[in-house]
């Protein structure tokens, strides 16, 4: 799956946390419909088995609505159902060794927090960076926040793309205009909301505000 800026306008990042009576593969198709352009899959509490299963399922979908697909932190899970790639985290597996696993083809993302993260992951072939959390958020309690300044620092510092992450809304997004960002990186702002279908095309009309702003 080809990489580029627009399809990471509105990445949707899952979070079972709020299932109801529908799937999780039902609520991220909804997302998708209603305007997501990109999925990441995170699941930190799943056995191989299910977590393989579940991954298949959202590979399916997100190959019949043509977007990219990546696991959250499991290069293995990522390799077995075919991902187009993986996102990892500071504390995760290095980026190095990241891309040698996944090989050249398949799609990197890494999560900075500061320019010199940021520099070290582009050049370790990194794909696109993930910047946060620029907001606190109840689904990382413990992630420190990114101020506006370090954010433009990071995209002024790097070549390649950078998508926002952490605490965004509606309320929010517009804050993050003219930052350099090509997107933003979403979990509760659409999972957990009632209306998932309203959520999300709230949110992707404000993200095409904010990055031609």
Known sequence: MKLDNTSLLLYAVTDRMWLGRNSLTEQ????????????????KN??????LKQAKEIKTLTDAYHIPFVINDNVEIALACGADGVHVGQEDMAAGDVRKRIGDDKIMGV??????QAILAEKNGADYLGVGA?????????????TYEI?????????????AIGGIDQKNILTLR???IVGVAVVSAIFAQPDIAAAT???????VIMVNA
Not at 28 to 43: H, N
Not at 46 to 51: A, I, P, Q, V
Not at 111 to 116: M, R
Not at 151 to 163: D, W
């Open 151 to 163: 954010l433009r620092e990071i995209c002024a510092g790097v070549t390649i793309p950078v998508v």
């Open 111 to 116: 999560s900075v927090c500061t320019q010199a």
């Open 28 to 43: 991220t198709e909804t997302a998708i419909k209603a305007g997501v352009t990109f999925v990441q899959l995170r699941e």
């Open 46 to 51: 799943l056995d191989f088995e299910s977590f």
């Open 178 to 180: 003219r930052s350099g």
């Open 201 to 207: 095309a709230e949110l992707q009309q404000l993200a």
């Open 134 to 146: 620029m907001f606190t958020t109840s689904t990382k309690a413990d992630a420190d926040t990114v």
